[in-house]
């Protein structure tokens, strides 16, 4: 077994005293007041938000003595929320969409019936964060589905925010390096990059546009992208990026992402105009793919789920205008027409994810990711 698994385990072991709230990082939380006909605050009242998101199906927390409640650190997903008090009718709101770092203002009134009579209300899923005043763009799978963008790596979803700048723009998929995003005038090295709220950028001193990994983009859920109005706990004013993974379910289910190009799918855009400013060639690529399998579901039912995905990249293109050394043992370069210079960049990523509800109120969340 790997010394960094072994490592991993022996940190696992010494998180299960930790409760599930400071385990999870996707930031999302349901809160409200409750209140009777009268609009008098209601303590005590019992609210459940239950998910098939949630491995533990249920999260439950009670109203204080202003009437408020607050469940935190969700994971994104569709929600029912349940609120219950003995003597009053039970009503539950239905269809709550949860993203990543968003705050869904869910209230209640309760009136005095029986035991059996609910009030069901469908169709009103907030949409407004009143709790939170960062300001931020969250993109769902769905969004990263659809955008025509070669990579769906931070820099490439980023960079389409308004506002953002990047050191440099992928098209086509061609590009795998690191690109740091920056707005407002903040510097690229002040880009804070997180995995699941854990911190993988490799840059000078705090943040950096490098990354030590390619995100393997079928594990990524969501992306939260934060442009203003940063928490506490950013020590820096550049663009913050929390990628939420995927995580298995009880069902088991899969996906395969994939693309290809080569020159045969490409224009050619070296014009007359350009070679008479003495350009003797375009960039052409040679080849460029992008295969990510994955799959997912039960270990054991309602307590372990793993998500595990494999990926592989590769690109190669011609650089325009550069060419290899014709005379590589001489005192002077002579260009090689016949064989342009080449840009070659190969990713390689597999992780698994392990989700284990260990104790009603203790989840630990395990994953590996083996990149080069």
Request: hydrophobic content about 40%; aromatic content about 6%.
């Amino acid at each position: 077994m790997p010394k960094t698994l072994w490592f991993c385990l022996v940190v696992a072991g010494a998180l299960l005293l930790l409760p599930a709230g400071s385990l999870a990082q996707s930031g999302s939380s349901i809160a409200g007041v409750v209140k009777d006909t009268t609009g008098a605050v209601m303590p005590g009242v019992t609210v459940e938000a239950a998910s098939p998101a949630l491995i533990e199906k249920v999260r439950t927390a009670v109203t204080d003595a202003e009437g408020q409640y607050k469940i935190v650190n969700v994971v994104p997903g569709t929600y029912t929320v349940t609120f219950t008090l003995t003597g009053f009718n039970t009503v539950r709101r239905e269809g709550i969409e949860l993203t990543a770092s968003f705050t869904a203002n869910v209230n209640a009134d309760l009136k005095v019936g029986s035991l059996q009579e609910t009030i069901t209300v469908s169709g009103q899923a907030p949409t407004v964060d009143v709790q939170n005043v960062t300001q931020q763009s969250v993109i769902t799978r769905d969004v990263l589905n659809a955008i025509p963008a070669g990579m769906k790596s931070t820099g490439q979803i980023g960079v389409l925010i308004p506002g953002v700048t990047s050191t440099s723009q992928d098209v086509g998929g061609t590009q795998f390096s690191a690109v740091g995003l920056a707005i407002h005038g903040s510097r690229l090295n002040e880009q804070a990059a997180l995995y699941d709220g854990m911190p993988f950028n490799n840059g000078q001193g705090r943040g950096g546009q490098f990354v030590a990994i390619t995100t393997n983009d079928a594990t990524v859920q969501e992306m939260a992208i934060e442009t203003a109005g940063l928490s506490a706990e950013a020590e820096a004013g550049g663009v913050k990026i929390n990628l939420v993974p995927r995580d298995g379910g009880n069902t088991f289910r899969g996906l395969v992402i994939g693309s290809y190009t080569n020159h045969s799918l490409q224009s050619d855009n070296l014009s007359s105009g350009l070679q008479a400013r003495g350009l003797t060639s375009a960039t052409t690529v040679k080849k460029a793919y992008d295969i990510d399998p994955a799959v997912g579901g039960p270990i054991v039912k309602d307590t372990l789920w793993f998500w595990g995905s494999v990926r592989a990249q590769d690109t190669e293109q011609t650089l325009a205008g550069i060419y290899f050394n014709l005379t590589p043992t001489g005192h002077a370069y002579t260009p090689d027409f016949s064989n342009p210079a080449v840009n070659s960049e190969k990713n390689q990523n597999a992780s698994l994810r392990l989700t284990w509800q260990v104790s009603p109120k203790n989840k630990l969340n395990l994953q590996e990711q083996n990149a080069g």
